[in-house]
């Protein structure tokens, strides 16, 4: 069953609105699109994220990634359940300068009852692929 077009828009409200005030807001965050299978989010990169001059640190695209993942892994809870991060791999493939946009997509790889996978690829707006990272993703379950 294929979720309705308002329903994909209310999962991108929701996750727009829960980005306020935490670490993705400060990254400058904004998710674009989004499906339980599926979510892309876009950030404008900055003089102020770059580890050398015109290069963003590789912390930036993991933090992306592991946001992205991480939202990801959110709307797929059950209600009360949570989530962590417990492993992170990423292949740094090009180097992201300040003034780009770049593009998350996070595609899941396993969505289990304990654990969801997904890997991320980061692009710039030439659609050159920056980084790839996969991420375990530990589901906590309800307090009861």
């Known amino acids: 069953m294929t979720a309705s077009p308002e329903a994909h828009t209310d999962?991108?409200?929701r996750l727009n609105n829960d980005v306020s005030g935490t670490f993705a807001a400060i990254l400058g965050l904004r998710f674009v699109e989004a499906s339980p299978d599926c979510i892309v989010?876009?950030?404008d990169a900055t003089e102020n994220q770059t580890?050398?001059?015109n290069v963003i640190h590789?912390?930036?695209l993991m933090a992306i990634a592991d946001t992205v993942g991480g939202f990801s892994t959110r709307i797929n809870?059950?209600?009360g359940q949570g989530t962590t991060t417990i492993e992170s791999k990423t292949n740094f493939l090009r180097a992201a300068t300040p003034g780009s946009t770049l593009r998350a997509r996070a595609d899941v790889l396993h969505k289990g009852r304990t654990t969801m996978v997904w890997q991320t690829?980061?692009?710039d707006e030439k659609e050159r692929v920056i980084?790839?990272?996969t991420q375990t993703q530990m589901v906590i379950a309800a307090k009861s």
Do not use: C, D, F, K
């Open 41 to 43: 989010a876009e950030m």
């Open 77 to 79: 809870l059950l209600p």
């Open 58 to 60: 590789g912390g930036v």
């Open 11 to 13: 999962l991108l409200a």
């Open 131 to 133: 980084s790839i990272t």
């Open 121 to 123: 690829i980061i692009r």
């Open 51 to 53: 580890s050398r001059q």
